[in-house]
């Protein structure tokens, strides 16, 4: 019976990881786009909050080399990556702080951008494991509870749906261990366009930053 049982589970898991061909496709399609340039509205659910936090923020970014990413309006905050350290800037407040990009606290934000070894459809496959997938109207959706023991302490699952015709991940959901939701919509991009490269960089004086 034991046996029975691991034989469906590698079973169903096959099932889902062949369903998920679309969403390896359209990942590798999108690590090949020179550029991205998009308008992302980001929906938070607290579960001691009655109403839901919405904000509008703006993406730059080179897939798997350089991103700037800006939420609010006007800016609260700005997190910078462009090879090196993850840059974190309170808008506000004026403070910073240099982070690795190994950081637990940037690595949701690193996976939702395709940014990092583990973003590739075959790496998070070692990470998480596919749930349930869909697929309709020019959208293909896939759930994921994380194996890893120290992801399961952040996050309970992740959703990404796919526009199969633009090859890029349009809405990208977090629901952590203490209940919290994060709903990213992206919506259409700009493709390959150029970008400034002053756009990755950061004046360093203008901010005070941790130790």
Known sequence: MVRFS?????????IFADEAAPL?????KQAAHKSVVATFRQTKRVPALTDDIKTMGKLWLIPGKAFR??????VRQTIVYNGGQVLMIDELKKTGERLSPDDRSVKPLFLTLGMGKEASFDEMLKVFTITSTNEAKGRYNATFSP???SVKKLIKSLL?????EASFVERIGWTQR????TMTEFFTPQLNIAIPTGIFNVNDSAYRWKK
């Open 160 to 164: 990404m749906q796919v526009n199969l």
């Open 24 to 28: 390896r496709e359209a990942l590798k």
């Open 6 to 14: 691991i034989i469906l589970l590698c079973f169903s898991l096959r």
């Open 147 to 149: 194996k890893q023991r």
């Open 178 to 181: 203490d209940g919290t939701e």
């Open 69 to 74: 990413w800006e939420i609010g309006k006007p």
